[in-house]
């Protein structure tokens, strides 16, 4: 098999897994909470973390009553006192029904779909039921469906202003006072919630209840059938990062640690990211399980201190790497590379520095193309003065098969033996293919998963580079310098052979409509040097100089 035909059936071949998975993707049955739910199905909901008999656990020992059910306590609900935060990064609504933050827009990101709005992370349930809720552990204790008391209307962080504090209260059974104080900082997606004036020797539980549904704007990455993780994770240093998926907790076969004196817990999806972070060194429990028809819980249950308090941090923002590695061990890890992290951590790091210097995200990428190419320069000039070599010997190659046309054997033979004698590796031009095959997929997930790409404009119509081009120049373009490739490859003898590589950059140039304008980019670019030094090397081999 000559390597013409190799490295068509290698691209045919990527191009149809490709095309297969995203196909099968897009036509996965319901999962089997959404689909019991349309069945009409019971949810039949316990209480928070609650194991076979409806108890919580803890570290120590489990309560005497279980908390309400978390179904019913994420639904909407009327009455009750709402107060609205505005800070630099935040808009948030704090309900006293349950004493927790209902709704959370980040105000420096956009919606997927509407732009002029803000991106509601936190939500009940207008899209999405997604809340992190929290309270005390015990019999008559106020926990997310208690009415605490809370000052309604708005309160803004004002200029000068580094911090901005909001106490709810809540009594318990035996007529103790509880209270829950929420601290907004300026310039942090950390939000800092205690809770006071509970017992010595009680816990408290903070947990993320969310629907199993994708975060917005997931389909626009399935066309390569490449679909971002969405669900809980967990970390801690013993076992690293634990993804969990929501089919798992829906089997109740979820795996992942559950007690440590470290580490953290989160709800991920597309871009952004939630994550309670228990101070280090403090004895937590981690808890997953399905809270109703398509609801999934995940938490941690933290011991109450001697001076009858607990504390947490919760980030609730956008997933920047550089800032997330720096507040917590291993809270980078969210950022969802898939199986190339290898390969793609590494080109985020160098298109970090590039962008730093240009201070552009389209400059960066195209800086990176170039340092792509600098350093495979060697290895690509091999294979195109393979390539430049097959393209002079195509008259002896058709002459060949003129003569041997009906033995196939004999062909084959002839065709070898002069490789041999002109010394040319039949199947050294399709090494460019296999090197740019992994960094091609590991760049795609760069773009797709990294929200620094998310509404980052190049220049002119190009004004997010993480989701296609909207009126197709760039996928037109690359297709146009894929053809100008194919012309300066050597001709297979075959016809069909010739017609079928002919075809190749409408096949691609289809294909790349739907890509991210990040990504396109980078591979015309690429298509660019690449014309440059292949058009360069097949004119010395021609002139007779590069033998």
């Known amino acids: 098999m000559d390597n013409r035909r190799l490295m068509l059936l290698l691209v045919f071949s990527f191009s149809l897994i490709m095309l297969w998975d995203a196909w099968q993707r897009q036509n996965l049955p319901k999962a089997p909470a959404v689909a019991a739910a349309a069945a009409g199905k019971p949810g039949g909901a316990v209480g ?12 120590t020992a489990p309560p005497a009553t279980p908390l309400p059910g978390v179904a019913a306590a994420v639904q909407p609900q009327a009455g009750g006192v709402t107060a609205t935060i505005r800070t630099d990064l935040y808009v948030a609504e704090i309900s006293s029904r349950g004493g927790d933050i209902v709704r959370l827009e980040l105000v420096r990101h956009g919606d997927t779909e509407d732009k ?16 992190a809720q929290s309270g005390v552990i015990g019999e008559g204790l106020p926990n997310h469906k208690t009415e605490w008391t809370l000052a309604g209307g708005e309160r803004v962080l004002k200029d000068g202003e580094k911090s901005l504090e909001v106490r709810l209260e809540a009594s318990a059974a035996d007529g103790s006072n509880i209270s829950k104080t929420y601290v907004f900082q300026r310039g942090s997606y950390q939000i800092e919630l205690r ?49 969990i998926e929501f089919a798992d907790i829906e089997k109740n076969k979820a ?27 403090l004895a937590r429990e981690f808890y997953m399980r399905k809270a109703g028809n398509d609801l999934y819980s995940a938490g941690v249950i933290l011991p109450v201190g001697a001076d009858g308090k607990s504390a947490i941090s919760l980030y609730a923002g956008p997933q920047e790497q550089d800032k997330l590695e720096k507040i917590a061990p291993g809270l980078d890890l969210v950022v969802d590379y898939g199986w190339l992290t290898v390969i793609a951590a590494p080109l ?35 294979s195109y003065k393979s ?3 097959m393209r002079v010997l195509t008259p002896k190659l058709m002459k060949l098969k003129e003569t041997y046309g009906d033995d196939k054997q004999r062909l084959n033979q002839e065709m070898m033996a002069l490789y041999k004698r002109e010394k040319v590796n039949p199947l050294g031009g399709c090494l460019p293919v296999l090197v740019q095959i992994p960094v091609f997929i590991a760049l795609y997930w760069v773009l797709l998963g990294t929200v620094e790409m998310r ?28 053809f100008i490739q194919t012309k300066l490859n050597p001709t297979p003898p075959d016809p069909i052979q010739a017609k079928v590589m002919l075809m190749m950059p409408i096949v691609f140039t289809f294909m790349f409509l739907w890509f991210p304008a990040g990504l396109v980019l980078y591979w ?7 014309i440059a030094q292949q058009w360069q090397i097949t004119r010395l081999i021609e002139a007779g100089e590069g033998k």
């Open 455 to 482: 509404n980052a404009p190049w220049l002119g119509w190009i004004t997010d580079l993480s989701v296609k081009d909207p009126y197709y120049v760039l996928p037109l373009i690359m297709g146009a310098t894929m």
């Open 195 to 243: 809770h006071e004036g509970a017992k010595v020797g009680s816990h408290a539980y903070y947990q993320i209840t969310r629907d199993g549904k994708p975060a917005d704007g997931q389909s626009n990455s399935m066309m390569m059938g490449v679909v971002t993780f969405t669900g809980p994770a967990v970390y801690t240093d013993a076992e690293k990062f634990q993804k």
């Open 387 to 389: 390539m430049a070599k």
């Open 255 to 281: 795996k992942f640690s559950q007690k440590a004196d470290n580490g953290w817990l989160a709800m991920v999806q597309h871009y952004f990211v939630s994550a309670w972070l228990p101070a280090p060194g």
């Open 524 to 530: 015309t670019v690429n298509n660019v040097l690449s």
């Open 116 to 131: 002029g709005k803000n991106f509601v992370l936190f939500d009940n349930g207008a899209k999405h039921v997604y809340q």
């Open 348 to 382: 985020f790091w160098v298109l970090g520095a590039i962008y730093k210097l240009a201070g552009n995200w389209g400059w960066a990428i195209i800086g990176l193309t170039v340092l792509l190419k600098l350093a495979f320069f060697p290895l690509s000039a091999a």
């Open 48 to 59: 928070v973390g609650a194991g076979a008999d409806g108890s919580v656990p803890t570290p």
